[in-house]
């Protein structure tokens, strides 16, 4: 039986987006979840009521009568408690808000969080200001910060958002033949892109293989351009799926091999301490966290 104490809040998003779209693939892909996480809450959930929420019927879900009950409460909740938050105080809402992050982020996945957050609250009026990849000291100015590597606090509040492994990947037109690549020694054949974090010797050197003198490299700047390469099918690059996956769903890359090993560095959030954070920062706060939760 369900009360306020442990009402699995998680779970009930799932249902609610999976019911709405009745697939839960585009259900993970408005949450940025995967498929395999709405599958395990919406069978939480339904352990939890002892009621059955979906059927399969001719490989598509349909609601059952428990589940259309449901969905409409829970979409109801949803929307009341958005309401609330937009109108608890409009001169908290209708102000600037500084969020920093590196272009990579930017560029490949934070974009359209920070977008869709503010098609739900547009009274906040919403600055991006660019910070490096692990840079440690935050301006002032910013009021959150996605930061790769850890920041100094400065009387401020860092939490780890998410860490990552990174892996090999190309442009379906590098690679011609299914059985191109099947080792990891097989990568040296082809041009290796490099983003400047020693990314690549890490990864060789976790599977114990020394690249031949030979081996052709291309040193980029920054992850974009290393990605913009290896999407025109000049090379192979290492990134994590934060990355990619938009790339990977549409077939502008694949992944080679399963060969996976930790990101350098993870994802954290800077803000200001709970007392001194502004009602907009608290509201983006949130809403990052429960997507990466």
Excluded at 169 to 194: A, E, G, I, Q, Y
Aim: aromatic share 6%.
């Amino acid at each position: 039986m369900l009360d306020k104490r442990t009402m699995p809040l998680s779970a009930l998003r799932a249902f609610e987006s999976t019911g709405h779209r009745l697939h839960m693939g585009q259900a993970g892909e408005d949450l940025g979840v995967t498929q395999g996480a709405i599958s395990h809450h919406i069978r939480a959930l339904e352990k939890e009521l002892g009621v059955k929420l979906f059927t399969r019927s001719n490989n598509r879900l349909q609601l059952t009568d428990s589940g259309e009950r449901l969905l409409k409460a829970v979409t109801e909740g949803f929307d009341r408690i958005l309401d609330g938050a937009q109108h608890l105080d409009s001169d908290s809402l209708s102000g600037r808000l500084v969020i920093g992050c590196t272009q990579t982020a930017g560029a490949n996945w934070a974009a359209p969080i920070i977008s869709e957050f503010h098609q739900s609250y547009p009274l906040i009026d919403i600055h991006t200001v660019e910070i490096k990849p692990q840079q440690k000291e935050i301006p002032r100015e910013i009021d959150i910060a996605i930061c790769y590597g850890k920041p100094i606090e400065d009387n401020r509040l860092v939490e780890e958002l998410t860490s990552l492994d990174i892996f090999p990947v190309c442009s379906p037109r590098l690679v011609h033949k299914k059985n191109t690549v099947s080792k990891p020694k097989h990568l040296t054949n082809f041009p290796l892109l490099h983003e400047g974090l020693q990314n690549w010797s890490r990864w060789f050197s976790s599977m114990n293989i020394t690249p031949p003198e030979n081996t052709k490299n291309i040193h980029f700047f920054n992850t974009n351009l290393t990605l913009s390469a290896a999407r025109d099918g000049y090379g192979i690059a290492l990134c994590n799926r934060l990355e990619v996956q938009q790339d990977l769903l549409e077939g502008r890359l694949i992944q080679l091999l399963d060969k996976t090993i930790p990101e350098l560095d993870s994802y954290y959030l800077l803000s200001d301490k709970p007392e001194k954070r502004s009602l907009r920062a608290k509201l983006f706060e949130e809403w990052i966290k429960n997507i990466f939760n």
